[in-house]
C-alpha cells in the first residue's frame, strides 16, 4: 500500500533470512507470493510489478515452481 501511495509501479523485496530461523522455505515462498497477488488482484486499477531477488538459484527456482502451482490453483 505504501507503494502505491508514493506513486511506484514497481517493488521489489530481497528473500533473506528464510529458513535460517526454521521457517519452511517453500511455505516462505507461498506466503509472500499469495500475499503479492492478492494485493494486485484487489487493486485490479493499478499497474504494479512485483519483483523477488535472491542469489541462490535454487531457492529461486523453488520460487517459481510454488508460483507456478499457485497460479494453476487459482484458474482451475
Known sequence: DLAKEKGCHSIT???ISSGI???PEEEAWEVALTACQDWID???DYVMTV???N???RYVEMGKQIQKRLKEERVG
Request: net charge negative; aromatic share 26%; glycine share 6%.
Open 21 to 23: 530461523y526454521g521457517y
Open 42 to 44: 484487489d487493486h485490479s
Open 55 to 57: 542469489l541462490s538459484h
Open 13 to 15: 523485496f530481497p528473500v
Open 51 to 53: 519483483d523477488f531477488v
